[in-house]
Nanobody, 114 residues
Framework: QVQLVESGGGLVQAGGSLRLSCAAS??????????MGWYRQAPGKQRELVAA???????AYADSVKGRFTISRDNAKNTVYLQMNSVKPEDTAVYYC??????WGKGTLVTVSS
């Protein structure tokens, strides 16, 4: 069984920064052969992709976060990060980590105050 545990969420003022972490554990062979991503879901909205990093290191971002968020991974620690800078109130959401195509974390809440 694979477990993903997100951390780092909380309350932050607009313009501030936050760093999310997602640690994977369990029956995974090697993190570096699987893509990982960060998704978010705001109240009343559908879950959307924020950033993704492939097993080969290719990175993609949602247009709404380009230039502000950075995704990175540490395969030795089985961890993926999301550095969030210049946050905006519209970034408020529950942020979820995804491993491969099947595994999801339970989410961490990010609230940005104006």
């Amino acid at each position: 069984q694979v477990q993903l545990v997100e951390s780092g969420g909380g309350l932050v003022q607009a313009g501030g920064s936050l760093r999310l972490s997602c640690a994977a554990s369990g029956s995974i062979f090697s993190l570096n052969v699987m893509g990982m991503g960060w998704y978010r879901q705001a109240p009343g909205k559908q879950r959307e992709l924020v950033a993704a990093i492939s097993s080969g290191g290719n990175i993609a971002y949602a247009d709404s976060v380009k230039g502000r968020f950075t995704i990175s991974r540490d395969n030795a620690k089985n961890t993926v990060y999301l550095q969030m800078n210049s946050v905006k109130p519209e970034d408020t959401a529950v942020y979820y980590c995804k491993l491969g195509s099947s595994y999801w974390g339970k989410g961490t809440l990010v609230t940005v105050s104006s």
